[in-house]
């Protein structure tokens, strides 16, 4: 599966930004899917994952309430909403298909990794 994020941009501090992920090659319908977020100088991040249904979200303590994970299994895509944004949001956002979400609501292994879409949040 290609996987290609999309919606970055350079917002100010508090503003919204929603990330979407087109996947091509196959469905998505039953892949768990995911965003990491990779910010300068350091390691790629979990920021959210989403059951193959949509039926589960899970979401890592600095995004909980503020970012939503949604899917169109139709649609074969996976969106990433962004909200009261801080500047420490900024990086790189990659979506990614991973095997399963642990017991503990984290990814466990990626499978596939898309390109990443830029988000800058200036104070």
């Known amino acids: 599966v290609q996987l290609q994020a999309s919606g970055g941009g350079l917002v100010q501090a508090g503003e919204s930004l929603t990330l979407s992920c087109s996947a091509s090659?196959?469905?998505?319908?039953?892949?768990?899917m995911g965003w990491f977020c990779q910010a300068p100088g350091k390691d790629r991040e979990f920021v959210a994952g989403?059951?193959?249904?949509?039926?589960?979200?899970y979401y890592a303590d600095f995004a909980e309430g503020r970012f939503t994970i949604s899917r169109d299994n139709d649609k074969n895509t996976v969106a990433l909403q962004l909200s009261s944004l801080k500047p420490e949001d900024t990086g790189v956002y990659y979506c990614?298909?991973?095997?399963?979400?642990?017991?503990?609501?984290?990814?466990?292994?990626?499978?596939?990794w898309g390109k990443g879409t830029q988000v800058t949040v200036s104070s």
């Open positions: 990614a298909a991973i095997s399963r979400i642990r017991e503990n609501g984290r990814p466990d292994e990626v499978w596939h």
């Open positions: 090659g196959r469905s998505i319908r039953n892949l768990v």
């Open positions: 989403i059951s193959w249904s949509g039926g589960s979200t």
